[in-house]
């Protein structure tokens, strides 16, 4: 399985019960746009003509201990979000769906980012972007920093002056912060930089 950043997954042609149930029992990684974040934290979607419910706690790996804000919870609003299915309830009058990001980043930490090492290049996302560096998806919506300093071989007055939100770019693994997340670096594969960008769609927004 192919672990992407949110926005660069594979929307299935068409969200049906039958695919779903098949999703569910697979374990696979979808993709839709959350409609809405209600008043009990829950994400909602809309997969074809089936209502989906992602529950607080499945939002994002983190979540049960306190450590991702419900600020980056509803920033999902209106934007790509994965999912593993969870469950779908059929006793109503129309079947709903139970998702779970969570599910997914673990499996993505698990099963992808976890086996990887210093020096290793993996294709993201630029997310946001801040002074000291941008903040980069490196699959299912986890985050890793691209430092200022690992922007260029020279001075830059900005990361935009390099990257910009939505952009697809390789990036190189440098080390892991004290909480285990990947810092980033693009410096050392500025020579082949026109090699690596044949291979993705620049400046597409998400």
Sequence with gaps: MEYRA???QRFPTSYTLDALRRAMAAGD???SRALSFDSEKR???RLGEIEAIMPYEECADG???GAVRDIALITRVGRPACFTVMEIDEQGAAPVALLSRTQAQQRCKAEYLDLLLPGDILPC???HIEPFGAFCDVGCGISALLPIDCMSV?????PADRVSVGQQILCAIKSRDAQG???LTIRELLGTWAENAAAFTVGETV
Excluded at 154 to 158: N, T, W
Aim: glycine share 4%.
């Design 29 to 31: 990684i979808l993709e």
């Design 181 to 183: 997340r990947f810092v």
């Design 43 to 45: 994400l909602h979607f």
């Design 63 to 65: 979540v049960r201990e």
């Design 6 to 8: 949110e926005g660069a």
């Design 125 to 127: 996302i630029v997310t």
């Design 154 to 158: 020279s001075r830059i007055s900005s």
